[in-house]
């Protein structure tokens, strides 16, 4: 499931005119229509957290630019911290819990922009302990989110996509990791659900990836291979460490 948020047309221009109208209604003068119009002045801040923040808010966690060919706009992949059980839209009758991130795409031009919600979701483990008080909890920063969530050009056409990584941990042993990647361009979303056995690893044999991943064999090395690494750094971790 793909949400597009309607585009912003509430411009900084509109705003000043407004203003105008606001001073003069109110009998202002000329000096404060002057520094109104003086405040306009201040160049834009286009910095990927800057756009994120104006567009979704201060509660952005990570940002990401990236580039599409051919395209004219900013865009920017924007981590948002899940702070309660939510339906993941991409997946039925899966849910993602409290610490986990959502990232959605920021498009921008100028100070007008579009926000897309492609269904990608980060959950807090294995790297991070579960968390259960959301009030009190420390929340991630932008290193420990960059673990299970991202941008990169995937299938190596020089358009990046942007991705997100769940872990599940299954009764008597062994886990889940379902890894998505999203391409913006023609709006795709590709997934890979890959199970491992108690302290066995992930086989290729448990691989099981969406239809459409047999049309961009790219992507589904890409997708294998993310996998791979989370396994790597999954063992990696100090025996007791969070999971």
Known sequence: MHIIQPIRTWTRTAALAALCLAFAACGGGAEEMKSAAAADTVPLDTSAMAVARRALGPDVRMAV?????????????AALPVMEWVPDV?????????????????????????????????????????????ATAVPADSAQIARMMGVADADGDGDAEVWAAQYRAARGGGHTWDVRAYERDDRTLYQLIATAKQAGGVDASAHSFSGNVAQNPAMRQWLAARVDELEAALAAMPAGGAR
């Open 65 to 77: 630019p990236f580039r599409l060919q051919h395209r004219t706009a900013q865009f920017v992949a």
């Open 90 to 134: 991409s997946r039925s009758g899966n849910s993602v819990g409290p610490g986990g991130h959502e990232l959605v795409i920021v498009e921008a031009i100028g100070d007008s922009y579009a926000v897309h919600k492609p269904g990608l979701y980060a959950t807090r483990e294995p790297f991070l302990p579960r968390l259960d008080d959301t």
